[in-house]
């Protein structure tokens, strides 16, 4: 049997500015994310969710993907955990504009899918890496393979490949 994800969000991470180094800068930090970010609408809907969710910085000119994770339990317990809170607030310290935002990306079996969340987190940082060079996962980053011009690799598509992805409806 097949099992499906769907994509929900984005959803507005909120921030704070916060004061730094005596007062004289200002940074932007994660504010409130515990117990009352999983109560507003947005959120409680997928708090008791399991799968992939996706941090990115939405600016003017549009989204990257900084994050990526996975939960085999609750969102609401492994989003911002603590390890992740640091990583986010390191991030925020660093880039000059922001707009933290999620998506979820959630499986809708009860059962254990937990090779599922697992494939879904690989192909998700994958895809994300194409989009964001510097993303801030550190486990699952190098491709198990490539297929000269086709996968994994930038090379310009010799013409045998180009009528491969032809055939195929890739661009």
Avoid at 3 to 28: A, R, S
Avoid at 58 to 82: D, L
Wanted: glycine share 6%; charged share 30%; hydrophobic share 35%.
């Amino acid at each position: 049997m097949s099992v499906n994800f769907t994509i929900h969000g984005p959803f507005d991470v909120p921030t704070e500015p916060t004061k730094i180094k005596g007062g004289k800068i200002t940074i932007q930090q994660l504010g409130d994310v515990g117990a009352n970010l999983w109560r507003d609408k947005n959120f409680s809907k997928y708090a008791d969710k399991k799968g992939c969710y996706v941090f990115v910085n939405a600016v003017t000119r549009g989204s990257k993907p900084i994050y990526v994770g996975r939960t085999n339990r609750k969102f609401k317990s492994e989003c911002f955990a603590t390890a992740k809170k640091a990583m986010l607030n390191e991030f925020l310290a660093g880039a000059s504009k922001t707009g933290l935002k999620v998506y979820f990306v959630s499986i809708e079996h009860r059962k254990d899918c937990s090779d599922e969340i697992d494939l879904c987190e690989t192909l998700l940082i994958s895809q994300c890496k194409k989009a964001n060079r510097n993303l801030l996962n550190v486990k699952k980053l190098t491709e198990k393979f490539t297929i000269k011009s086709f996968h994994g690799d930038t090379n310009r598509p010799t013409k045998d490949v180009a009528e491969f992805k032809k055939c195929l409806n890739l661009k």
